[in-house]
């Protein structure tokens, strides 16, 4: 009979320790789902990010387009200018200036030129940046995926140690009813 109590206090123990792990199971699994949504909040995100730098980017090729148009213009204006020096000594003299000025906005026009391609160059480490985020969602959602069934099967082991012993258990008590 002390046997009998002793097998069936384990047993409820044992029944009590499943029951405890089965909920910290369940709470796991909602924090991965919980996880889950996250990740794909933050897929969004990058999503967007990726859009609007895509924007970003065709804006800059307008940008070096209308410098490039800019660049034919003053070749053409520095043409005119050549023939109206020929002509006329003040006007030789205004093209010394304009010729400065020339090289200012040729200037201006590399040092912007250079920003375009650092911003270009930048652009490309973002892009690759949010790739790399990507594939570090993508292979998070593959391990919350395999968790969960990793966790799913320690249930189904739970639940099946279990009942062996309460089988093994109503082996040992000839006396009591069998239960299960």
């Given at each position: 009979m002390v046997s009998a109590s002793?097998?069936?206090?384990?047993?409820?123990?044992?029944?009590?320790?499943?029951?405890?792990?089965?909920?910290?199971?369940?709470?796991?699994?909602?924090?991965?789902?919980?996880?889950?949504s996250a990740s794909d909040v933050l897929m969004k995100s990058f999503e967007n990010i990726s859009v609007q730098v895509n924007n970003f980017q065709t804006t800059l090729a307008d940008v070096s387009s209308f410098l490039q148009e800019i660049d034919m213009q003053t070749e053409r204006m520095n043409t005119a200018m050549r023939s109206l020096a020929d002509q006329s000594g003040d006007?030789?003299?205004?093209?010394?200036?304009?010729?400065?000025?020339?090289?200012?906005?040729?200037?201006?026009f590399a040092d912007l030129s250079q920003a375009t391609e650092n911003v270009n160059t930048e652009l490309t480490v973002m892009f690759n940046s949010i790739q790399s985020l990507t594939d570090v969602v993508a292979k998070t959602r593959d391990v919350e995926a395999e968790t969960s069934r990793t966790i799913g099967t320690l249930n189904a082991l739970i639940t099946h140690t279990g009942h062996i012993e309460g089988i093994e258990n109503a082996h040992k008590n000839p006396s009591g009813s069998i239960a299960g």
């Open positions: 002793k097998d069936t206090k384990k047993a409820e123990i044992s029944a009590h320790e499943a029951d405890n792990t089965g909920k910290v199971l369940k709470h796991i699994n909602q924090t991965i789902r919980d996880s889950a006007v030789r003299a205004e093209q010394t200036k304009a010729d400065q000025l020339k090289q200012k906005i040729a200037e201006s």
